[in-house]
């Protein structure tokens, strides 16, 4: 009764992230859908130009999905790419902003904070999400954020896959490597992460944040794994 699946790619939680992880779904688990419509979802995320398929099979029986033999460790991806960074939320979304070189706290102020996320949250009523790298918890982004009255949602460490804007990059990163043809050079892969991006119908991005309560509780009844 074995069944072939791609492994799912997790990441290594040591016993205090799991129980940080835990509290905060549990914390969370009656959040209304107002809560979640009322959150831009915020990240970054790497595209490469070449890169291998990447296709692993395993397999599994129903149930088995987080078992530690099914599960390949997330590591990231190099070759010749762009960094992109953008925001979801319900019924909306931002541009996306492309990143040169490495992203600094100051550079995360400069860049992305002051002139893209300020006035989207102010012009839709809305509090940001954004994971705890460093560029996004130090102290020049933290006081700028207070300054500008920006509410912050608080996140756990190494929670990516909670978020569902992980689940959009993914989309898009389809979207590109199916076009016709593929993106050959850095100002092709521009364009069509530019153009694929508008693209993603705005139901799959409502959907998911649609989600949330549903992870939370997927995540309080994945409390015996490190999942």
Known sequence: HLHAHCPHRGLDL???????????????????????????????????????DGRRRVWRRVGERFADVNVVDQVAHGGDGVMVWAGV???QRTQVHFI?????????????????????IHGHHLMLQHNNARPHVARICTQ?????????????????????????WDALDRHIRQRVPVPANIQQLH????????NIPQATINNLINSMRRRCVALREANHTRY
């Open 89 to 91: 939320c319900y019924r």
């Open 14 to 52: 040591t016993a205090v992230r799991h129980r940080n992880r835990l509290e905060w779904g549990n914390a969370h688990i009656r959040g209304r859908l107002a809560l979640w419509r009322g959150v831009l979802f915020t990240g970054e995320s790497q595209f490469s130009l070449y890169r291998a």
């Open 100 to 120: 040169d070189g490495i992203l600094n706290a100051q550079r995360y102020s400069d860049e992305i904070l002051r002139p893209i996320v300020v006035p989207f």
């Open 144 to 168: 700028f954020l207070k300054a500008e009255n920006i509410p912050v949602l608080a996140w756990p460490a190494y929670s990516l896959n909670m978020s569902p804007i992980e689940h959009v």
């Open 191 to 198: 364009t069509a992460i530019e153009e694929e991006w508008t």
